[in-house]
């Protein structure tokens, strides 16, 4: 049987999937160690932030399996993909409702962040937008959050390794090349997504992480001159 490789996966969105892993991951462990890394956490949060955004960004002008239009499931394609009558590339539908499910959680934990405040090294750069008893409020759905979200990209993991294993379909691969074998040749490869769409999507992340950083806040009041001693 004839077999084709087609672009499914383009580089922004490749981009966005080992940051984030690799982000992510650096914020759980200098909020787990805490101390003096935890302005590093932060740091690691705004990081995070704009990347959601232009995941956000990206789904609606990027290429055609980066897409939410393409990819979100309806009742009757997981219906087909359960009975195993669907045949596509990108996300299929149970990894749609995955991927879905993390950035749901991410943006959940990103906002949570941002208004935090622990009382002791870590105030979020938005808290001032909240009461205290707010703040102390997202600071402990913060902490719970992310055992829910460690939850849920370890079943993400687990759900690679079992298609590796088992249905030697290697979902890893597509995301570092790109590309994926094909033998359906009815399957269109990724289109669209320029670098204008890029451009945009970029503008509108670094915008987006300017203002969760504190960007509309006021400038700090100057320090008065201290006086000169009188002697």
Not at 9 to 19: A, V
Not at 24 to 47: D, Q, S
Not at 185 to 214: C, N
Request: glycine share 12%; charged share 10%.
């Amino acid at each position: 049987m004839e077999k084709l490789r087609v672009k499914v996966w383009d580089l922004p969105t490749r981009l966005f999937h080992w940051l984030l892993v690799t982000l992510v991951a650096a914020a759980f462990a200098t909020g787990f160690v805490g101390g003096n890394w935890i302005e590093w956490h932060g740091r690691c949060g705004l990081a995070i932030a704009g990347l959601l955004v232009f995941r956000l960004v990206w789904g609606v002008i990027g290429s055609t399996y980066a897409r939410f239009a393409q990819f979100v499931p309806g009742p009757a394609r997981v219906l087909a993909y359960l009975r195993g009558q669907w045949h596509g590339l990108g996300h299929n539908p149970l990894g749609a409702f995955s991927v879905l499910g993390l950035l749901a959680l991410s943006l959940f934990q990103v906002a949570s962040g941002l208004v935090a405040d622990d009382n002791i090294s870590f105030t979020g750069p938005l808290k001032d937008l909240v009461s205290q008893d707010c703040a102390d409020w997202f600071t402990g759905l913060h902490r719970l959050n992310i055992w829910l979200l460690a939850g849920l990209a370890g079943l993400h993991v687990a759900s690679i390794v079992f298609y590796a294993v088992v249905k030697k379909d290697y979902l890893l691969l597509p995301m570092i090349t790109g590309t994926k074998t094909v033998d359906d040749l009815a399957l269109a490869p990724a289109r669209g997504g320029g670098w204008l769409a890029f451009v945009a999507a970029v503008a509108i992340a670094a915008a987006a992480t300017w203002a969760a950083g504190g960007g509309f806040d006021p400038p700090a009041p100057p320090t008065p001159p201290q006086a000169a001693p009188a002697w």
